[in-house]
């Protein structure tokens, strides 16, 4: 069991918009920033959001998170098939990092 | 452009050890914490340990600890993973990361 809680799965179609969530508690997203990660099938995961909502430069800004409380969210625009891919959220909690199970997004 | 390669990945018997390494270039190696986290065939991914800029604090998710020590050679902008006990379920892709940027990854199979 993962500690950071997220869906198994998600989809939309092309064009949609469509969010994950990652569900915490108040030691790891309550009180540190939150990081998402895109892993594309038979690759290493790439940083999509640091800081619960700052992109890195190359990621589009159809890529937005935010934060509340002790749970986030990833929500992609303008749905592409390029971004049928595995999501992690995840977390620091006390000197560990905590990663979400993994929500599996298909492109229909 | 910053670089992560790992590498010491292979098959071990259960009860073996591996020492992993991850060579790192294109960027102030000493100045950031370093991680290595893994991933089980067809699972997500687990954090294993984090080592501080200067290797003064180091810390281990409860599975390997006692049995995993994580080190750094900040002169030769490199990263270790020492495994020992090795069993089954450290069976995975281990990741060295920074955590904005991850190498490839290096194969670790624990099978008699």
């Known amino acids: 069991q993962s500690v950071l809680t997220q869906p198994p799965s998600a989809s939309g179609t092309p064009g949609q918009r469509v969010t994950i969530s990652c569900s915490g508690s108040?030691?790891?997203?309550?009180?540190?920033?939150v990081y998402w990660y895109q892993q594309l099938p038979g690759t290493a995961p790439k940083l999509l959001i640091y800081?619960?909502?700052q992109r890195p430069s190359g990621v589009p800004d159809r890529f937005s998170g935010s934060k509340s409380g002790t749970s986030a969210s990833l929500a992609i625009s303008g749905l592409r098939s390029e971004d049928e891919a595995d999501y992690y959220c995840?977390?620091?909690?006390?000197?560990?990092?905590?990663f979400g199970g993994g929500t599996k997004l298909t492109v229909l | 452009e910053v670089q992560l390669v790992e590498s010491g990945g292979g098959l071990v018997q259960p009860g073996g050890s591996l020492r992993l390494s991850c060579a790192a270039s294109?960027?102030?190696?000493?100045?950031?914490?370093m991680s290595w986290v893994r991933q089980a065939p067809g699972k997500g991914l687990e954090w294993v340990a984090n080592?501080?800029?200067?290797?003064?604090?180091?810390y281990y998710v409860d599975s390997v600890k006692g049995r995993f020590t994580i080190s750094r050679d900040n002169a030769k902008n490199s990263l270790y993973l020492q495994m020992n006990s090795l069993r089954a379920e450290d069976t995975a892709v281990y990741y060295c990361?920074?955590?904005?940027?991850w190498g490839q990854g290096t194969l670790v199979t624990v099978s008699s």
């Open positions: 990361a920074r955590p904005d940027y």
């Open positions: 108040s030691s790891n997203i309550g009180s540190n920033y």
């Open positions: 080592i501080k800029q200067d290797g003064s604090e180091k």
């Open positions: 800081s619960n909502n």
């Open positions: 995840a977390a620091w909690d006390d000197s560990h990092v905590v």
């Open positions: 294109g960027f102030t190696f000493s100045s950031y914490w």
